[in-house]
């Protein structure tokens, strides 16, 4: 029996259903390529293109030239990178808690149904679909020295001027203040939704034993609360450690670099400078501490069973 009578034999033992299936699998393939070919040239694919010129000495013209470990050495000996992760984690002392636990708070608000909650569930979240440049421009205003409408109402109490965004003292916690505006309405909706998906029942037999507020937060919520608290400091955490749009709109890195992070400074290596080889050793380091910062974290705030 020949091969071509072979194959028209399976062809028909199959019939018309495997053949639909077939076609069906490639309209499949075609829909995700829309997603994973965009998304492996412009995400994946610049990261490995990053790491390779990490070892190089490059400033976009021209082809990059091979140098080994030498921007990693030099980053190492650079004490401008150095400035520039400390203040990533004063940033992230400073931001992921304060998100963290405003977040909670305003939820519990929500959630218990007080009057004007309503409101307040759409004001919460408002600042989060504003982009960080419009943020960063509406709190240079609200913090500025002479004219801020912060600094007015604190000399309401008698409280002198305070250098917000023009002081080595308080810039960092300036812009801190303006990231935490920001990134709260996040950690309010992912709080909420888990709040309303604890069971009613537990806390009503709470109340029934006679439960007071805080022993009901602390035996029933927070427990329940767990997996959306690991989510909410993991994602801040992140977002905190390559903070960049709201140093670069509010204080440039300043005054002197009391406000520089790390990714502002690989924006002045590469973009002001030119030095791109270097500029992406720098990135890969931050990278690295993120990833390692992350998995303490997460093991820190593991889920028990």
Request: hydrophobic share 55%; aromatic share 16%.
């Amino acid at each position: 029996m020949s091969t071509v009578t072979l194959i028209d034999k399976q062809s028909a033992r199959r019939g018309p259903k495997a053949d639909d299936d077939r076609r069906i699998d490639a309209v499949g393939y075609l829909f995700v390529a829309f997603f994973t070919i965009p998304f492996f040239l412009f995400n994946i694919l610049p990261v490995f293109f990053g790491i390779y010129v990490g070892f190089t000495r490059w400033s976009i013209v021209g082809s990059p030239r091979w140098i080994g470990f030498d921007n990693y050495t030099q980053a190492f000996h650079d004490k401008w990178v150095w400035v520039g992760f400390e203040n990533m984690l004063l940033y992230g002392l400073l931001i992921v808690p304060s998100v963290t636990v405003l977040g909670l708070v305003f939820a519990l608000f929500v959630n218990r149904g007080y009057p004007l909650s309503g409101l307040a569930r759409a004001l919460f979240f408002a600042p989060n679909v504003v982009s960080a440049t419009v943020i960063g421009l509406v709190w240079v205003w609200l913090l500025d020295t002479q004219y801020g409408l912060l600094n007015h109402y604190l000399g309401s109490f008698g409280i002198e001027a305070v250098p917000w965004l023009t002081s080595t003292r308080w810039s960092l916690v300036g812009v801190s203040i303006a990231s935490v505006w920001w990134d709260l309405g996040l950690a309010f909706v992912l709080f909420l939704a888990a709040l309303q998906d604890i069971p009613s029942d537990l806390t009503e037999a709470a109340m029934v034993d006679g439960a007071g507020r805080w022993n009901r937060l602390r035996f029933i919520i927070l427990p329940h609360l767990r997996p959306v608290l690991s989510m909410v400091v993991t994602l801040q955490l992140i977002s905190t450690l390559r903070i960049f749009s709201q140093v670069y709109v509010m204080t440039n890195g300043g005054p002197g670099t009391s406000s520089q992070s790390p990714i502002y400074y690989v924006y002045q290596m590469a973009i002001v400078r030119n030095l791109f080889g270097y500029a992406s050793a720098i990135a890969i380091l931050l990278f690295i501490g993120i990833l390692v910062l992350t998995f303490l974290q997460r093991f820190l705030l593991s889920e028990r069973a």
